[in-house]
């Protein structure tokens, strides 16, 4: 293999990486830390409730959708990526309504 087609390749891959890297992971935030109503999106990390962004929600009685069909906290996998209705005060809330699409 010549070398400049070696360093194309290499610089390709090396890219591909970085945009893939970018990619994982992100999420987007807006939340309250005072206990005030706000909407949440990001990826769900665990169950024992639901863990979105590293905050404890409480889902007794949260609205949730799938696609736009209810839905129960079943229905719901780690590694969805949700928007949550709710308040939070530092690492825990209540939901009020989760949705994914």
Same mark, same amino acid.
């Given at each position: 293999m *010549?070398? =400049?087609?070696? /360093?194309?390749?290499?610089? $390709?891959? &090396?890219?591909?990486?970085? !945009? $893939?890297? &970018?990619?994982?992971?992100? =999420?987007? %935030?807006?939340?309250? $830390?005072?206990? +005030?109503?706000?909407?949440?999106?990001?990826?769900?990390? !665990? /169950?024992? +409730?639901? /863990?979105? *962004?590293?905050?404890e929600?409480? %889902?007794? !009685?949260? *609205?949730?959708?799938?696609?736009?069909?209810?839905? %129960?906290?079943?229905?719901?996998?780690?590694?969805?990526? #949700?928007?949550?209705?709710?308040?939070a005060?530092?690492?825990?809330? %209540?939901? #009020? =309504?989760?949705? /994914? +699409?």
């Open positions: *010549n070398t =400049s087609r070696y /360093f194309s390749m290499t610089a $390709l891959t &090396a890219a591909i990486a970085l !945009g $893939l890297t &970018a990619c994982g992971g992100g =999420s987007s %935030t807006t939340s309250s $830390l005072d206990g +005030s109503t706000a909407s949440v999106t990001g990826v769900i990390t !665990g /169950f024992g +409730s639901i /863990f979105v *962004n590293g905050v929600y409480e %889902t007794n !009685g949260a *609205n949730i959708t799938i696609d736009g069909q209810p839905g %129960t906290e079943d229905d719901l996998r780690v590694g969805m990526v #949700v928007t949550l209705e709710g308040s005060s530092g690492n825990s809330g %209540t939901a #009020v =309504s989760i949705s /994914f +699409s």
